[in-house]
């Protein structure tokens, strides 16, 4: 069945191409699709379109079908092209001549457009208890070991001295941003476009603030012309916040990787968190973090897919943007999982307490040994060329001690204020508010 088909059936091979993986994909968008339809009929009711009788009854069903889905009994059967074509099919089975009456005053365009939201949105929060997770860890593992040198690197050279609590902490920091970004997508995400219908609205008096109220929405996208081309729009927004957390994930991946190797031998990974080589017995090889930098890599690539499939396309609605659920669903579950590996498996790590031990770290304290110059009066200039000469000459021997004070430095790591920083982001998005309003809709009266 298809709600737009006439009396002429579309062309087998032409069907199976233009549904393409829409029917598998759509399982993902049918809460999100009983949720609109809730609200949808809700608001026909108001405007004498579902009649006061009516009205008990199509929600009585769709609420059944509601849980039929959270509990794994709902199928996309044979035949029927999308999740929205179900819904209307079940209600039409069951009550006859009222389940044909939901679609009044929308368009799947629409209809599609507040399902990606709702879902995006109930993503968004788990991802950001994912990132919160994390966040919690790694300032937990900064605090720890916060006294415990390391080197630190500029062009993969030995440099300057840093420390676990500056590495563990920084990731966290890097979280935090990223935050920031997802809460920029959240924003954008929870503005409501049903009622925009085709793109060009509705001859219907829809009340639009009714059924943004109703899904928790914070606000509506105004304009319906502008409400359709937010398809893809939104979705690539989401996108980059996905790809800056991403980023931060599969940076500090390939740090965990380079410094579990022999010849760092910064940390070193529990035998369970390892695998071995078929022909090679001492092998202990980081595959956990190395398939974490390799997800990492595609989901940053998911905001640039969508970027293309977008290109020139005028306003208005095209098929096209039906590929970018082939995108953009998927890695939301690619980057928890990545999150949810690296939090257990952080949490095992060891750390080497004795690195600078080894004298082929003894540069690292060079620039301290200047400082200490300066602060007898020495010009900066002059120090720095005095210790680099002793470097040249072989009498170059180093205090390996660290007095850094400042903020954000080895003996200040604003632990605190990074925390105080992240969870100001994190209250922002008000998830309570959005899970309140669709827990009313839901809800049996």
């Given at each position: 069945m298809k709600l737009w088909e006439k009396n002429v059936s579309v062309n087998d091979m032409v069907e199976s191409f233009t549904v393409g993986k829409d029917r598998e994909l759509d399982y993902y968008l049918a809460e999100s699709d009983v949720l609109g339809s809730?609200?949808?009929?809700?608001?026909?009711?108001?405007?004498?379109?579902?009649a006061d009788d009516e009205l008990p009854v199509l929600q009585k069903e769709l609420r059944s079908i509601y849980h039929d889905i959270k509990s794994g009994n709902f199928a996309i059967e044979d035949g029927i092209e999308d999740v929205h074509s179900q819904v209307e099919f079940l209600l039409t089975n069951r009550l006859g001549d009222v389940g044909k009456k939901i679609h009044s005053g929308r368009s799947r365009n629409d209809q599609v457009l507040v399902d990606l939201k709702i879902y995006a949105r109930k993503q968004i929060e788990e991802l950001a208890g994912n990132v919160k997770a994390l966040f919690t860890s790694l300032q937990e593992l900064s605090e720890k070991y916060r006294d415990v040198l390391l080197p630190g690197y500029t062009h993969l050279q030995v440099a300057m001295p840093s420390s676990f609590g500056l590495w563990f902490g920084a990731y966290a920091e890097s979280l935090a941003d990223d935050l920031q970004t997802l809460l920029a997508a959240w924003k954008i995400t929870n503005r409501?476009?049903?009622?925009?219908?085709?793109?060009?609205?509705?001859?219907?008096?829809l009340k639009r603030q009714l059924t943004t109220d109703l899904l928790g929405f914070d606000t509506m996208n105004y304009n319906v012309v502008y409400a359709q081309m937010g398809r893809g729009k939104m979705e690539k927004t989401v996108g980059f916040a996905l790809a800056g957390i991403a980023s931060t994930l599969g940076r500090l991946a390939m740090d965990a990787c380079l410094y579990s190797s022999q010849n760092f031998g910064f940390i070193t990974l529990p035998d369970a968190f390892t695998t071995g080589s078929s022909i090679m017995p001492h092998k202990k090889n980081p595959d956990v973090f190395e398939l974490v930098r390799a997800r990492c890599n595609v989901i940053q690539s998911v905001p640039v897919t969508i970027s293309s499939v977008m290109t020139n396309l005028p306003s208005g609605y095209f098929r096209d943007m039906q590929i970018i659920k082939e995108v953009f669903?998927?890695?939301?579950?690619?980057?928890?999982?990545?999150?949810?590996?690296?939090?257990?498996?952080?949490?095992?790590?060891?750390?080497?307490?004795?690195?600078?031990?080894?004298?082929?770290?003894?540069y690292l304290f060079s620039v301290e040994e200047v400082n200490r110059m300066v602060l007898d009066g020495v010009p900066f200039r002059e120090a720095y060329k005095k210790i680099g000469l002793d470097i040249e000459a072989g009498n170059y021997h180093p205090q390996k001690e660290v007095?850094?004070?400042?903020?954000?430095?080895?003996?200040?790591?604003c632990t605190r204020e990074i925390a105080s920083y992240f969870d100001g982001i994190f209250g922002q998005f008000n998830f309570e508010k959005v899970n309140n309003a669709l827990d009313l809709l839901v809800k049996e009266q």
């Open positions: 809730l609200a949808h009929i809700a608001m026909l009711n108001q405007i004498k379109l579902i409501n476009p049903l009622g925009s219908a085709a793109g060009y609205g509705s001859s219907f008096p669903i998927p890695a939301f579950e690619d980057l928890n999982k990545c999150i949810e590996i690296s939090v257990h498996t952080l949490k095992e790590i060891k750390i080497n307490d004795s690195i600078l031990e080894d004298d082929k770290y003894a007095t850094h004070t400042h903020e954000g430095s080895i003996g200040n790591l």
